[in-house]
Nanobody, 117 residues
Framework: QVQLVESGGGLVQPGGSLRLSCAAS????????MGWYRQAPGKERELVATITSGGSTVYADSVKGRLTISRDNAKNTVYLQMNSLKPEDTAVYYC???????????WGQGTQVTVSS
């Protein structure tokens, strides 16, 4: 059974930092592309960042230079380091695992990030 468990969300002031973690089980972690998506109230879910099995990354323009995705294949975990946070970063953040060969996707339950003074 595939499980993606996010952690690290919370309330932070503008300009602050958070690090999200997503621990994966039930998948062949080293071969899947991993990603972070977010959904703000009243908006569609959007891509934040992805990282391939080889470590190549893609970022949404709105987060470039502030958020960094990384992965630790030994721990089956993907991270999202979030710096210089803005109120518009407020959303539920979802972890995604994507098998490129089969186009199969798996999702975590989400973790809330709120940026507010």
């Amino acid at each position: 059974q595939v499980q993606l468990v996010e952690s690290g969300g919370g309330l932070v002031q503008p300009g602050g930092s958070l690090r999200l973690s997503c621990a994966a089980s039930g998948i062949i972690f080293r071969i899947v592309a991993m990603g972070w998506y977010r959904q703000a109230p009243g908006k569609e879910r959007e891509l934040v960042a992805t990282i391939t099995s080889g470590g190549s990354t893609v970022y949404a323009d709105s987060v470039k230079g502030r958020l960094t995705i990384s992965r630790d294949n030994a721990k089956n975990t993907v991270y999202l380091q979030m710096n210089s946070l803005k109120p518009e970063d407020t959303a539920v953040y979802y972890c995604n695992a994507h098998y490129i060969t089969t186009a199969k996707d798996y999702w975590g339950q989400g973790t809330q990030v709120t940026v507010s003074s």
